[in-house]
């Protein structure tokens, strides 16, 4: 789950300070999924990452927005009823909050002479282009 340990990295890792005793990170519902191609050997996971702070106290919207941020780079087909989450208020200051999303991982495995080497491959990210530069220098009807 190469997906979630990287978005596990980049909260504990990021402006917001979250410790990682406050952080729980974990997959459910997961499943694997292949091509059944004897000359491809490759498969793919997608599970459902649920992400916990817990106390928290902090901005809950800083919390959307790097979020939200690390997903449009990492996992470009979500579709906005994907994410969902949860508050339980604790107190004034603190509560307990997760989120939920789908993920999905392609795990392209490549014959050796002395086994398989696997290797979690990077997602394109298809919003991350400039329609301009697509369309420069061509004629559209």
Known sequence: MNKLEKLRTYLLEGPL???SKELLTFAEKGKVFSSQNPNDKSFGISYRANIILAPFTGSFNAVNFIL??????????????????????????TS??????PLSEI????????????????EANVFGFDIYDLTKNQTLP
């Open 96 to 101: 307990h909050v997760s989120w939920e999303f």
């Open 17 to 19: 300070k979250i410790r």
């Open 107 to 122: 795990i392209k495995v490549i014959p050796q002479d002395e086994g398989h080497t696997l290797s979690a491959q990077i």
């Open 68 to 93: 939200l941020n690390w997903l449009q780079e990492n996992q470009t087909n979500l579709k906005e009823e994907d994410i969902a989450f949860h508050v339980d208020i604790i107190d004034h200051e």
